[in-house]
């Protein structure tokens, strides 16, 4: 398979971790997908009791996405990465990437606000 083999469905480099998840947030994260559709797609939705899983197919557009929801939300945001595999060809190491944005509970963003009137 070359470079330019598109990659298959379920394919993915990273993880967005809703905790919870609303439908304001899941909306701004598939609007920004979309924007992106050429070289970016959703490979698979996972509905928890915790929030929501987003399989996504690339790992630094992953983190981006972290950011704007950061920079949008109230909440806090963690990047880590797992060891997936070793490329066979070059021996180098392939990580995958797990976003992880907490929305903060309403209760905590109304404090705050009051906090700094």
Same mark, same amino acid.
């Given at each position: 398979?070359?470079?330019?083999?598109?990659?298959?469905?379920?394919?993915?480099?990273?993880?967005?971790?809703?905790? !919870?998840?609303?439908?304001?947030?899941?909306?701004?994260?598939?609007?920004?997908?979309?924007?992106? @559709?050429?070289?970016?797609?959703?490979?698979?939705?996972?509905?928890? !009791?915790?929030? +929501?899983?987003?399989?996504?197919?690339?790992?630094?557009y992953a983190r981006?996405?972290?950011?704007?929801?950061?920079? @949008?939300?109230?909440?806090?945001?963690? +990047?880590?990465?797992?060891?997936?595999?070793?490329?066979?060809? @070059?021996?180098?190491?392939?990580y995958r990437a797990? +976003?992880?944005?907490?929305?903060? !509970?309403?209760?905590?963003?109304?404090?705050?606000?009051?906090?700094?009137?």
């Amino acid at each position: 398979m070359g470079h330019d083999t598109p990659k298959h469905a379920e394919y993915y480099e990273a993880i967005i971790q809703l905790r !919870p998840a609303t439908e304001e947030i899941l909306r701004f994260i598939l609007n920004r997908v979309k924007e992106r @559709s050429k070289n970016v797609h959703i490979s698979k939705l996972k509905e928890l !009791p915790t929030g +929501v899983d987003i399989y996504i197919s690339s790992q630094s557009y992953a983190r981006s996405i972290g950011k704007k929801l950061k920079r @949008s939300f109230q909440g806090d945001l963690k +990047v880590t990465r797992t060891l997936h595999t070793q490329d066979r060809m @070059s021996g180098k190491q392939l990580y995958r990437a797990t +976003v992880l944005f907490r929305l903060k !509970p309403k209760e905590e963003t109304e404090e705050i606000q009051e906090e700094d009137l």
